[in-house]
């Protein structure tokens, strides 16, 4: 079992910044692919960004490219998504999550899911 704590998350001004934390405990996530995902009121889960275990590869949602960076510290069991240049669209609850050890970032499935945080961005 893995368990993903996510922190980071609040009210932000557009064009402005936030960075996302997931805090793994259980087992170790440098067996993992990890992945963050968010939905807005009304909407479905959308997939933002994902991570190879080795960080050597990553891949984004067209709407959040050049934009987010998703990176990982696999000494800490961490996981990060630092946010920039954010738009009232990109208010939602983000999720992080562990991808199937199988699973490749272009076609991820999700293992474990944490809680969510929410982001709030207005205008």
């Known amino acids: 079992q893995v368990q993903l704590v996510e922190s980071g998350g609040g009210l932000v001004q557009a064009g402005g910044s936030l960075r996302l934390s997931c805090a793994a405990s259980?087992?170790?996530?440098?067996?993992?692919?990890m992945g963050w995902f968010r939905q807005a009121p009304g909407k479905e889960r959308e997939f933002v960004a994902a991570?190879?275990?080795?960080?050597?590869?990553?891949r984004y949602a067209d709407s959040v490219k050049g934009r987010f960076t998703i990176s990982r510290d696999n000494a800490k069991n961490t996981v990060y998504l630092q946010m920039n240049s954010l738009k009232p669209e990109d208010t939602a609850v983000y999720s992080c999550?562990?991808?199937?050890?199988?699973?490749?970032?272009?076609?991820?499935?999700?293992?474990?899911w944490g809680q969510g945080t929410q982001v709030t961005v207005s205008s």
């Open positions: 259980g087992r170790t996530i440098s067996n993992y692919p």
């Open positions: 991570i190879t275990r080795s960080t050597a590869s990553t």
């Open positions: 999550a562990a991808l199937r050890p199988s699973s490749t970032i272009n076609y991820p499935v999700v293992g474990y």
